[in-house]
């Protein structure tokens, strides 16, 4: 069974956004959480389902993981869909984790949420567009080991300084500067 909408809404009621756009976000997801029917379903895409994603700081502190998105060909965070067998959100995240990196050993920054974001999926032969309404937790690596798995394409710990080079988007840029900014 996956994690119930009252965990999503009391994440999401509880996170305070200081940017407009994350309060905008927040104001769609709240609406979506409330009227679909299973907010994680992965097959539901209109207008699309709630996933988890995490951003991570390299134990040095200078640095954040991304990955090489397999599918859609972009550096973004480690995170995906939420499965029926997770006991929760932050641990949905966790577990797409090291499932993509092979990192396993993270220490929550928080209790809550580090960020939220809605970004557009593309349409593929598999599956429509859609939206991924996602859910941001910030952990710290207790190792800067990797092992990147078949899910993805390559990742590395990036600095900051280097995002753009990686053709990086807004979407990953502005939760990387505030979490680098923490340390």
Not at 66 to 82: C, M, R, T
Not at 92 to 112: C, F, K, N, Q, Y
Request: charged letters at 25%; hydrophobic letters at 40%.
């Amino acid at each position: 069974m996956t994690p119930p909408r009252s965990e999503l809404l009391r994440l999401l009621t509880a996170y305070d956004p200081l940017e407009p756009d994350e309060q905008r976000y927040r104001r769609q997801m709240l609406d979506a959480a409330a009227v679909t029917v299973d907010p994680f379903d992965r097959g539901e895409y209109v207008p699309g389902h709630f996933t988890a994603s995490a951003f991570i700081i390299h134990p040095d502190g200078d640095r954040v993981l991304l990955i090489h998105h397999g599918k859609i060909g972009i550096w973004v965070q480690p995170g995906g869909h939420v499965d029926p067998g997770d006991p929760g959100l932050i641990e949905a995240a966790m577990r797409e984790v090291a499932e993509e990196t092979g990192v396993a050993d993270l220490t929550p920054i928080g209790d809550g949420l580090f960020d939220i974001d809605i970004h557009e999926y593309p349409e593929s032969p598999e599956q429509s567009r859609h939206l991924h309404f996602d859910l941001r937790f910030g952990f710290v690596a207790g190792s800067g080991v990797l092992a990147a798995t078949e899910e993805v394409k390559d990742c590395r710990w990036v600095r900051l300084d280097e995002l753009e080079s990686l053709g990086v988007g807004r979407s990953v840029t502005r939760p990387v500067s505030r979490l680098l900014g923490y340390l």
